[in-house]
Structures are given as structure tokens and as C-alpha cells.
């Protein structure tokens, strides 16, 4: 699986954006897909995940309520809605896809390049 993420840039606090991965190479039918992200000098992290079969979706508690992960299962692609951004929002992106249920990046087999995402205060 290729994963390209694109879609990010700088906003306001308060503001929204929309990330997107695209994938070819195969369908996402039999993996899991999850957002993380990575801040400069700090660890890369978990955002939120989904099961492509059923699309049960899993957030980090600091995204809940405001970012929603979707899918458009006939352009085999995935989303990232960000609402209510703030400045600790500010991190490099990515799309991931395995084929467990994990929010450890170590368990992702196919990573995109990663997308910047920029809240100004």
C-alpha cells in the first residue's frame, strides 16, 4: 500500500482543516488506518485509527470532540476533519495503515510522507 497525505497548512486557533491519504496499490478493506502526528522534539503520536471493515473509530482523548476521522471507500481514501484547532495541534501528520488493531506506530506497516499542519495562536 502507497499512502500520500496531503491537505495540511496554517491556521488560526479556532480554525479547521482537512487531511487527506490517499491510497493505491491495494484496497484499505483489510487494514486498519490511523492518524498520528509528531511535533518537533517530541515522540510521534497516536490521533485517532479506524477500522476500514466497520469504520469503528478510536480518538486520543486531546482530539475527541473535535477532529473526525471518514472514508471514501470508492476513491480508497481516508480523512482527517480538524475542528476547533489549537496551537499544541501543531505537528507533522500522518497517515498509517496495519493490519492490527494498535495505536503503536511500531505496528504500521505503511506510512505517507507526512503533511504539516501550522495553529497560530
Known amino acids: 500500500v502507497q499512502l500520500q497525505a496531503s491537505g495540511g497548512g496554517l491556521v488560526q486557533a479556532g480554525g479547521s482543516l482537512t487531511l487527506s491519504c490517499a491510497a493505491s496499490?491495494?484496497?484499505?478493506?483489510?487494514?486498519?488506518m490511523a492518524w498520528f502526528r509528531q511535533a518537533p522534539g517530541k515522540e510521534r503520536e497516536f490521533v485517532a485509527r479506524?477500522?476500514?471493515?466497520?469504520?469503528?473509530?478510536y480518538y486520543a482523548d486531546s482530539v475527541k470532540g473535535r477532529f473526525t476521522i471518514s472514508r471514501d471507500n470508492a476513491e480508497n481514501a481516508m480523512y482527517l476533519q480538524m475542528n476547533n484547532l489549537k496551537p499544541e495541534d501543531t505537528a507533522i501528520y500522518y497517515c498509517?495503515?496495519?493490519?492490527?488493531?494498535?495505536?503503536?506506530?511500531?505496528?504500521?506497516?505503511?506510512w505517507g510522507q507526512g503533511t504539516q499542519v501550522t495553529v497560530s495562536s
Open positions: 479506524a477500522n476500514w471493515i466497520d469504520f469503528n473509530t
Open positions: 498509517a495503515a496495519a493490519l492490527l488493531q494498535t495505536m503503536s506506530p511500531s505496528m504500521y506497516d505503511f
Open positions: 496499490g491495494r484496497t484499505l478493506s483489510k487494514y486498519y
